[in-house]
């Protein structure tokens, strides 16, 4: 099993660019979610989804839209990017059925923002 | 806002003593995990260990819970320099269906000196 997986590695977009980053996870997990860290912080929740077709809002969803059309993958899209979108964003997954939930991370997706 | 804070941020030992760090937080909690990331890399589940729980071993690690002082403990035994890393406390939030949202505390970066 391949685990969970983002593409792409690196992107560098220019200010008003958007992009989608893809999560794929091969489990059969229900839930997905959606991480940034930036430099001397831990992880913060962007968006969620606990099932094919739904997505919520995690604790910084601005400037960011998420879908959910197939179980096993998650997208992340920025419509325009901007320089504080600078970060490493993780997908994770879980099974979601059961608590507790643990959650298996993504390797990441460093984008800079010029 | 982030739900844990860690102590310390950085910690540097010598291969073959042992490693703690601790973790704070504000609110109720159905679980508290840790996480460990290597550099460059994706988070990778520790331990969890449940609100009802005081103490949980796994191999080298035990982890301890206080939920009265609303506080955590990773100890590592015997380290190696193989377990230099940042570790993450995270949180499960308490009160209704938490769909395993986690909030991350900011991270202790552990060296261990061969």
């Known amino acids: 099993n391949a685990g969970v997986t983002q593409t792409p590695k690196f992107r560098v977009l220019k200010t008003g660019q958007s992009m989608t980053l893809l999560c794929a996870q091969d489990m059969n997990h229900e839930y997905m979610y959606w991480y940034r860290q930036d430099p001397g912080m831990g992880l913060r929740l962007i968006h969620y989804?606990?099932?094919?077709?739904?997505?919520a809002k995690g604790e910084v969803p601005d400037g960011y839209n998420v879908s959910r059309l197939k179980k096993q993958n998650f997208l992340l899209g920025l419509e325009s990017a901007a320089p504080s979108q600078t970060s490493v964003y993780f997908c994770a997954s879980s099974y979601g059925q059961f608590s507790p939930y643990e959650q298996y991370f993504g390797p990441g997706t460093r984008l800079t923002v010029t | 806002s982030q739900q844990g804070e860690e102590d310390p941020q950085a910690l540097s030992i010598q291969e073959g003593e042992n490693a703690t760090m601790n973790c704070s937080y504000k609110t109720s909690i159905n679980n508290l995990q840790w996480y460990r990331q290597n550099s460059g890399r994706g988070l990778v589940h520790l331990i969890l260990?449940?609100?009802?729980?005081r103490e949980k071993h796994s191999g080298r690690l035990r982890v301890t819970l206080d939920t009265s002082k609303k506080s955590s403990s990773l100890l590592i035994t015997a380290s190696r320099a193989a377990d230099t890393a940042s570790y993450f406390c995270a949180t499960d939030g308490a009160g209704g269906t938490s769909y395993g949202k986690l909030t991350f505390g900011q991270g202790t970066i552990l060296t261990v000196h061969p």
């Open positions: 989804s606990v099932g094919e077709g739904t997505t």
């Open positions: 260990i449940r609100s009802n729980e």
